[in-house]
């Protein structure tokens, strides 16, 4: 049974640090496109980070520079380290998995082709 489980979320003042850990069992998705997404009250889910199988990554604009993105194949476990957090940044974040597609770059991939979601984990930054 394939299972992402997200830990690490809480609360922060604005400026400080998180480390979000998401644990995949019943697979190994060493091959697999692995993202970070969030979604805030009100508005869309949006990608945030994404790891490629050979450990490039993509990061969307208002995170760039802030949060890094990571994976302990060995482990099986996806990280988002995020710093210089801010109440922007509040949100639930979520962890997901899509299946290889060959010649085509994870940062391209749509959302509806990530399959595999944790339930996420939230994130709330005071200001």
């Known amino acids: 049974q394939a299972q992402l489980v997200e830990s690490g979320g809480g609360s922060v003042q604005a400026g400080g640090s998180l480390r979000l850990s998401c644990a995949a069992s019943g697979y190994t998705y060493s091959n697999y496109c692995m993202g970070w997404f969030r979604q805030a009250p009100g508005k869309e889910r949006e990608g945030v980070a994404i790891?490629?199988?050979?450990?490039?990554?993509n990061y969307a604009d208002s995170v760039k520079g802030r949060f890094t993105i990571s994976k302990d194949n060995a482990k099986n476990t996806l990280y988002l380290q995020m710093n210089s957090l801010s109440p922007e940044d509040t949100a639930m974040y979520y962890c997901?998995?899509?299946?290889?597609?060959?010649?085509?770059?994870?940062?391209?991939?749509?959302?509806?082709?990530?399959?595999?979601w944790g339930q996420g984990t939230r994130v709330t930054v005071s200001s």
């Open positions: 790891i490629n199988s050979d450990g490039s990554t």
């Open positions: 997901a998995a899509a299946p290889p597609r060959w010649g085509t770059p994870c940062y391209v991939r749509r959302q509806t082709d990530f399959l595999y």
